[in-house]
């Protein structure tokens, strides 16, 4: 519908910006924001001028172009230039997002799995990334724990900052006869609430992890189509895909299937209905008990994001990351106990003060797989820059059945 103005549709005249994640880039000495669209809905990446920034903050579909012009005391045809590019990239809740959307929806019904992203950083091919994998696991020392695994949680950081925690964990399973594999993801980017599937498969530069079909039409037989609702979710998601290489690497090729969970911290915003993490986990108990051969339960996620990139008034030193690994340490041993409501009441106790990225994931996985026993195999923390601006810890852990 048009506006009163009669002049343009009524998503270009009152914008409103979808998520995107602003990256900081430099050309020589002009600064600005990459807008980074989490689902890539098309080829190109709009860069603004960085003083820019603030004003995308009226884009939010209550302001009109006149208005958002008045309030920046910009001229009217600069603002409709602004808003026809971020238009037709995607990145306003419109006709051309949705028909972008709707492309690459088709896209990957034909591929059958989810784009290839971060995992390329371990090579082009299978050659090169089992070469990287084989020796980053040579050079681990296997925890050897004393129980059969049903359950672990890994990373999601990159590979080389955290190889060592990447391998230990994975040791714990390797040579396991396993025939699929669940996969728990944090929808951090995604728009979509509630627990989200996907019939899709996983690649990695080792090949794809097919989904398991069965699987998935058992939970959808007890969920309903809503959990697949928002399955394009995760393609902005890079947690799961993380795993894949270390899956094929060290368990073969088991079927896969991909969930992004919620973070209990964070109330839903939509009146849509939603599949919430106490029924995905009957769901998933059910099917798991009912389905032939081993499966096995993959959290990802990170622990502490501390520093001024993350909010805090200070750069990082000793005490602070001394602070940081107490507290991680505090909530681990409460993971270790095994029940999910007194790990997720200790992480609420500080508002999750320091930032886990993993809090559902992990609450989710405790429920689905109850352990006995739970070992921590590595713990580590990551400087993201050399002046204590980030720092982000990650853990391995291995959870018996």
């Not at 992203?117 to 040579?138: F, I, P």
């Not at 032939?292 to 990082?316: C, K, M, N, W």
């Amino acid at each position: 519908m048009d506006t009163a103005e009669g002049q343009r549709p009524a998503h270009i005249e009152r914008p409103h910006l979808r998520r995107v994640l602003p990256q900081p880039v430099t050309n020589g000495e002009q600064k600005g924001l990459a807008l980074r669209d989490p689902l890539m809905l098309a080829s190109q990446t709009m860069v603004i001028p960085i003083g820019m920034a603030q004003a995308l903050q009226h884009f939010n579909g209550e302001w009109t172009i006149g208005e958002i012009s008045t309030n920046l005391k910009a001229p009217p045809e600069a603002v409709e230039q602004l808003v026809a590019k971020l238009d037709e990239l995607g990145l306003l809740w419109g006709p051309t997002a949705e028909r972008l959307e709707s492309e690459l929806r088709e896209r990957l019904c034909i591929d059958g799995a989810l784009p290839l992203r971060q995992s390329r950083t371990l090579g082009e091919d299978a050659g090169a990334c089992t070469n990287v994998l084989h020796g980053w696991m040579e050079q681990c020392e296997d925890p050897e724990v004393e129980f059969e695994v049903a359950g672990l949680f890994s990373p999601r950081m990159d590979y080389e900052p955290v190889k060592a925690v990447y391998a230990g964990t994975y040791h714990t399973v390797t040579g396991a006869e396993i025939e699929r594999v669940v996969v728990l993801g944090n929808n951090q980017f995604g728009f979509g609430e509630g627990c989200i599937g996907t019939r899709l498969g996983v690649q990695s530069p080792m090949g794809r992890l097919d989904a398991d079909s069965d699987f998935i039409d058992a939970l959808v037989a007890q969920l309903g189509d809503t959990f697949l609702r928002d399955e394009l979710d995760h393609v902005a998601d890079f947690g799961i895909e993380m795993q894949v290489p270390w899956i094929q690497h060290c368990l073969g090729s088991p079927r896969i299937i991909p969930v992004l969970i919620p973070d209990p911290l964070t109330q839903a915003s939509s009146d849509e209905p939603l599949i919430e993490t106490a029924d995905f986990v009957d769901a998933a108990r059910a099917v798991i008990a009912e389905s032939p051969g081993r499966t096995l339960v993959i959290g990802t996620g990170d622990l502490s994001h501390i520093g001024p990139q993350f909010g805090e008034p200070r750069a990082i030193d000793e005490q602070r990351r001394f602070e940081a690994e107490r507290t991680d340490r505090e909530l681990l041993a409460a993971f270790a106990k095994g029940e999910a409501d007194s790990f997720t009441s200790a992480v609420k106790w500080n508002a999750n003060a320091n930032r886990w990225s993993g809090v559902g994931v992990m609450a989710c996985l405790l429920d689905i797989v109850r352990p006995t026993s739970v070992d921590l195999i590595d713990y580590h923390q990551h400087a993201l820059d050399d002046q204590g601006a980030a720092m982000v810890a990650s853990a391995g852990l291995a959870l018996s059945v």
